[in-house]
């Protein structure tokens, strides 16, 4: 009897432990589900990657019994909208002007650049039955632009310089890009500079035509960047890697073929992401096929750094900053190559 109850006991509670093991990890799971990453984006073709990602993914984990996709695309229609909720955790990651960021990071706002979105793909459009054949011929006239902070305006400061004209010899708007096509249209403004599909709408109605594209005036031209909260960085830096992983992928499915394209304008002409006419968005395609590209998401120090500079000089940003400080370049470096099934 004496070996018995305490043999009984070690029984007892080998099995208890064994149950206790086995059951905490359901109940710790069950108690504290994981949010998915939410990622802000706006409804131009500039940001067509992320919601081509967050399809793949959720398709990816449909078919693999894995439940809901760990990052979700949340849509905004203007920048500072899309900034106020990156600052205050709203959104998590969001797509954003690049001169935004460092301007944001030098007020010590804790963000990093993770990929590139896309090249090229902003237009300046004037109305069909304008006489504007040049682009000095908009001299004295008024052009909206999506935000000082825009790449776009850059643009516009490229053309002006290579015309020897300056910011007195037009009026500059901010709007938001969906709202320009049909300020065209009313004639409250003579033009626009923006990114697609908001030229390419204006263009198939037949109500205005490009006098510039950046196709033809500024190749390596990049202007949305997926940037990430750096507290997200440091505490789910595998689930930024995947987003990374889907959004380069997603790249270079794009460029390879009309096919792809295609489906990609159903997939972003969808509510859930832009909302719009899936139509518009093969026009943007391939009116030319190269009027955006997505194939080539390198992270290039110098082009940032030309970045920079233009927006010192456009004195949008107030002083410069170091590379590193804005930039997370181990993620693209990183990038594992996937093959999407869409």
């Known amino acids: 009897m004496k070996d018995y109850l305490p043999m009984r006991r070690r029984l007892l509670y080998s099995g208890l432990g064994a ?82 960021v460092m301007d944001l990071v030098n007020t010590r706002i804790p963000l990093k650049i993770v990929s590139l979105g896309h090249r090229s793909g902003a237009v300046i459009m004037v109305r069909t039955d304008s006489g504007y054949r040049r682009f000095r011929d908009l001299r004295g006239r008024a052009i909206a632009v999506p935000s000082r902070f825009a790449v776009d305006y850059l643009f516009l400061r490229k053309m002006l310089a290579r015309e020897s004209m300056t910011l007195k010899d037009i009026e500059i708007i901010e709007m938001n890009p969906p709202d320009m096509p049909a300020a065209l249209y009313a004639k409250a403004v003579d033009a626009y500079c923006t990114g697609e599909p908001f030229g390419a709408a204006a263009q198939r109605a037949g109500y205005a035509r490009p006098l510039a594209m950046t196709r033809d005036e500024w190749r390596n031209y990049i202007c949305c960047v997926l940037t990430v909260r750096d507290d997200v960085i440091q505490t789910q830096r595998p689930l930024v890697q995947d987003l990374v992983n889907h959004i380069q992928a997603a790249g270079t499915w794009l460029d390879q073929g009309p096919a792809n394209r295609d489906r990609a304008a159903h997939i972003a002409g969808d509510k859930k992401f832009f909302n719009q006419n899936p139509k518009i968005i093969q026009f943007v395609m391939e009116s030319p096929h190269d009027r955006v590209t997505y194939g080539d998401l390198r992270m290039i120090r110098t082009e940032f750094d030309e970045l920079m500079q233009l927006s010192l000089e456009a004195r949008t940003l107030k002083k410069p900053i170091a590379y590193e400080r804005y930039v997370d370049d181990s993620f693209f470096k990183a990038v594992k190559p996937l093959k999407l099934a869409l």
Do not use: D
Not at 36 to 44: E, R, S
Not at 56 to 79: D, E, I, M, R
């Open 19 to 100: 149950a206790l093991a086995t059951a905490l990890p359901r109940i710790a799971l069950g108690a504290a589900p994981v949010s998915p990453l939410a990622v802000g984006g706006l409804p131009v073709t500039c940001n067509l990657t992320l919601p081509i990602a967050c399809t793949a993914k959720t398709l990816a984990n449909q078919q693999a019994g894995l439940g809901p996709a760990p990052f979700v695309y949340h849509k905004y229609s203007g920048w500072p909208e899309i900034k106020e909720s990156l600052m205050t955790g709203r959104i998590q990651a969001a797509y954003m002007l690049a001169p935004l």
